[in-house]
């Protein structure tokens, strides 16, 4: 492996971040899209030159931009993400029916190895399928058919599907999570859903064994031991042993457990990488610290991660795509905020640098592999 | 006589302005120009538009309803036709060329 390309998305463009193996001196190109909002780009990675990225803003609504050379040119691709059939209304915040409605893509995860073939993770929460790179779109509609959609309800942020996991080991499993209604599985190619939310405990729901209205911010699964995911929910990181069938929670010793991000070490899937945020109202780090926090035994130890990170005044928050490792040894980890900082890590997270200062707010940060 | 009756089967060159961001995505100038057979009306123009300039499809209207989008506006001859019906007809001095289909986005925010 030559180099790290690190894919980053912003309230008003996307840049694209480059080293060499050493990580230590990085270009900055951009802004693409200016003006726009950039809520995920993601490489395919069967060919890193193919990436996709998603477009948007409040005027303009949803463009998809798709690049066959690594981010240095783009073309726009399909943007009709209609959902099959009548979708029919899931909950809005005052529990009152609300039709289902596209907004935006939050996420994009292309196929293992085919890269004409993506997954796009939307809002409101629905699940699209490109085989033609991105010119057509449809929907897998199982998911949002799921028997308990309709009782779905938007967290602060809206209602999407921000995460998508394929199961390397099983062509046919898959995961997503939404928020604010959790995690849920495939066996089956994405035809149906169940939900995987045993365990999962949220103090704004009077039933304590709810299995879905779970804010869910993120999961995260090792492809050397798939059966294993980590969470970060509203409150809580929690972990599954049994792909999603119960959970438990490994918040241990964090100063807090509430944040976004979640992301495990390419070469250890023991270990494991939070950034604590003060709590659901306060959206910055606590004291204005800026501490990643590292699990080396799978959860519930935890070690903060200072070296190189501002620990005075520090107000930013870290999103929950804006967070990623590349898979090096020793593995380097990115993290970008909504400060406009975009930092990173070659030795594990022992020492942090910040690679570019002064973009707009990040909404997602990405890696490539580079050979 | 109306303008429907005028403009049947005819082919109109009209004029169309694009907000900054739709022409960035776009490639094109600030103005470009849209043939439109038969009535003049916002829906066949807009239709037209995203006919010569695919990218801009669902970036105006909602993919799905076919809706203006709620921070876009359309202007004509100094006169907000936003709220005007999609098929209703678009002012002469459009149909003829000698004004602009003004396609905005909206002031939202400081």
């Excluded at chain 1, 939310?197 to 299995?211: Q, W």
């Amino acid at each position: 492996m030559s180099a790290v390309r690190l894919l980053v998305g912003t309230r008003k463009g996307a840049f694209v971040l480059t080293s060499d193996a050493s990580r230590r001196s990085w270009s900055v190109e951009g802004p693409h899209f200016v003006g726009w909002e950039v809520y995920h780009l993601k490489g395919s990675p069967a060919d890193p030159d193919r990436i996709y990225a998603s477009q948007s803003s409040s005027w303009s609504g949803q463009v998809v931009q798709r690049s066959n050379d690594g981010g240095k040119s783009w073309e726009t691709v399909g943007n009709d993400f209609t959902y099959q059939g009548h979708p029919g209304t899931h909950q809005w915040y005052d529990g009152s029916p609300h039709p289902w409605e596209f907004a935006r893509v939050w996420h994009f995860e292309p196929s293992l190895d085919d890269p004409d073939t993506v997954y796009a993770g939307v809002e409101d929460a629905a699940l699209f399928r490109s085989t033609d790179a991105g010119k057509s779109w449809q929907e897998l509609a199982g998911l949002r058919e799921n028997e308990t959609g309709t009782s779905w309800q938007p967290g602060a942020g809206g209602m999407a599907v921000h995460t998508i996991i394929q199961d390397p080991s099983d062509q046919q499993r898959m995961f997503v999570a939404i928020s604010a209604a959790g995690v849920f599985r495939t066996d089956d190619g994405g035809e149906t859903w169940n939900r995987k939310n045993k365990g999962l405990h949220s103090e704004f729901m009077p039933d304590p064994d709810a299995e879905v209205g779970h804010c869910v911010h993120r999961i995260a699964q090792h492809p050397a031991r798939p059966s294993t995911l980590f969470m970060q929910k509203h409150w809580d990181v929690m972990r599954s042993d049994d792909a999603g069938d119960s959970w438990t929670e490994v918040s241990g010793d964090l100063p807090t457990d509430f944040g976004f991000p979640i992301a495990i070490n390419a070469n250890d899937p023991n270990t494991v990488y939070v950034v604590p945020i003060t709590s659901d109202s306060v959206h910055y780090p606590p004291q204005g610290r800026l501490r990643v926090y590292r699990s080396r035994s799978g959860g519930g130890e935890w070690e903060p991660l200072t070296e190189g990170l501002p620990q005075t005044h520090c107000y930013t928050n870290v999103l929950r795509d804006a967070m990623d490792v590349d898979h090096l040894d020793p593995c380097g980890v990115y993290f970008g905020t909504t400060g406009g900082q975009v930092y990173g890590s070659s030795d594990d997270g022992d020492h942090w640098t910040a690679i570019v200062e002064h973009l707009p707010a990040v909404l997602s940060v990405e890696v490539q592999d580079l050979a | 006589m109306t303008q429907q009756e005028v403009t049947h089967g005819v082919q109109h060159d009209v004029r169309v302005l694009l907000p900054t961001q739709l022409r960035t995505l776009a490639g094109v100038p600030r103005e470009v120009s849209v043939s439109v057979v038969g009535d003049v009306t916002q829906r066949s123009v807009l239709d037209a538009l995203e006919a010569s300039l695919p990218s801009l499809g669902g970036t105006i209207r909602d993919r799905a309803t076919a809706r203006r989008r709620p921070f876009i506006r359309y202007f004509a001859c100094g006169e907000d036709l936003s709220q005007e019906s999609p098929d209703a007809l678009l002012p002469d001095a459009v149909v003829s060329g000698r004004e602009p289909f003004i396609v905005l986005g909206a002031i939202a925010g400081g």
